[in-house]
């Protein structure tokens, strides 16, 4: 009888015989890439060949939701499927802005959970969307950002009087306008 290998699985961390498609631990798929169908790259390859931009993303950004939840944390494909989304931005910049802006609030969302925060993405973001002039995406991304923070842990020190003033401030401009 041929020895099997056995790995973590990336859920629950016992080890499982490396060809269980199963975790008998936890129940789940217990390797990284298990719940992406392998076709998934190609068809969003040919759906950005076909100009259908905003289908390649919807496609990968999906999946990406899905890696990144909290039960089916996938740090391996969500990572593989956020370069992918990375390039297709990088290529179609002007197309994807609302796009981008959404993955970005999703890794922040992420790092609040995980108490990682990332407070470079929230000047990425705010650069890019007043870049794009867009204020309305800016309120946006402010406005996730005070979320996050209060999910945060109470010691996380924060400027919120200057937060809500800009937050304020952006409101009166878009409501004037
Ligand atoms: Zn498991």
Redesign the pocket.
């Known amino acids: 009888m041929q020895d099997k290998g056995k790995e973590a ?6 080890l ?1 015989d490396s060809d269980e498609v199963e ?6 798929k ?1 390797f990284s890439g298990m719940y992406l169908d392998p076709k998934t790259y190609e068809t969003a390859n040919q759906m950005e060949k076909d100009g259908d931009i905003k289908g390649a993303w919807k496609l990968l950004h999906e999946e990406y939701r899905q890696h990144t939840d909290v039960e089916y944390f996938d740090e391996e494909t969500a990572g593989i499927l956020h370069d992918y989304l990375e390039a297709l931005y990088s290529r179609h910049q002007g197309l994807l802005l609302v796009e981008k802006i959404d993955l970005l609030l999703d890794g922040l969302q992420i790092g609040a959970y995980w108490g990682h925060y990332d407070d470079s993405l929230v000047e990425q973001a705010v650069e890019i969307t007043q870049d794009a002039k867009r204020p309305d995406l800016e309120l946006k991304v402010l406005e996730n950002h005070r979320n996050n923070k209060q999910t945060l842990s109470k010691g996380y020190e924060f400027d919120s009087g200057n937060l809500d003033q800009r937050i304020q401030k952006l409101k009166n401009m878009l409501h004037s306008s």
């Open positions: 699985c990336i859920f629950c961390e016992e499982v975790c008998p631990h936890c129940g789940k217990p």
